[in-house]
């Protein structure tokens, strides 16, 4: 529901370690359903190693790990989010 009535493509960027949200049941069902209603594109990303925030998580992932100090962003999801962008977004 939350993607309904969004025209332009859609990436969605999951992490494994994520325990507030389940890849399968939320992430990949959004992206179903963004599919079904339309016929944008719309493109899942999983990550292992990433948590709720996209955050590199060695282990299992908590509230109180968000917090660690030095946390940082998986390079591979830097690399993928610009890489679609520059293949979505025209240039001037």
Do not use: C, N
């Not at 370690?17 to 389940?22: L, N, Q, S, Y």
């Amino acid at each position: 529901a939350s993607a309904e009535g969004v025209d332009e493509p859609i990436l969605v960027l999951q992490g494994l370690k994520d325990f507030e949200r389940a890849w399968r049941a939320d992430a990949q069902a959004f992206v179903d359903a963004a599919h079904a209603r339309r016929r944008r594109s719309a493109q899942l990303e999983v990550f292992e190693w990433a948590d709720h925030h996209l955050m590199s998580e060695s282990t299992q992932s908590t509230h109180a790990r968000y917090l660690r100090p030095g946390r940082r962003l998986l390079p591979e999801i830097a690399t993928k989010l610009s890489t679609w962008m520059k293949s979505h977004i025209p240039t001037p």
